[in-house]
């Protein structure tokens, strides 16, 4: 069974790094066409996809975050992890993670992880 489980802190201040980490078990995330995501939801908001770092090591990002964030891969811990630089309170959010292959769906998603920015 393929898990992903998010950690960092839950607490950052304005103007500083937000940075989660994203572990999988049950599956290895250098298999050929998989894609590891991180999608947030605001308070009383929608879903918003971050960004993503495929089997390669390719990342890909949404142009919304003005190039603050940074996906990485650690595939010694079968991990990858999000930073997110100069945030606001705007980013507050639940951080999830999530797994795609090819094109499809994101399944499965992490618990998901709650982020305030605030001082």
């Known amino acids: 069974q393929v898990q992903l489980v998010e950690s960092g802190p839950g607490l950052v201040k304005p103007s500083q790094t937000l940075s989660l980490t994203c572990t999988v078990s049950?599956?290895?995330?250098?298999?050929?066409?998989?894609?590891w995501n991180w999608i947030r939801q605001p308070p009383g908001k929608g879903l918003e996809w971050i960004g993503s770092i495929s089997y390669g090591g390719t990342t890909y990002y949404s142009p919304s975050l003005n190039r603050r964030a940074s996906i990485r891969s650690d595939t010694s811990k079968n991990q990858f992890t999000l930073q997110l630089r100069s945030v606001t309170p705007e980013d507050t959010a639940v951080y999830y993670c999530?797994?795609?292959?090819?094109?499809?769906?994101?399944?499965?998603w992490g618990q998901g992880t709650q982020v305030t920015v605030s001082s």
């Open positions: 999530a797994r795609q292959i090819r094109t499809t769906y994101f399944d499965p």
């Open positions: 049950g599956d290895v995330i250098t298999t050929d066409y998989y894609y």
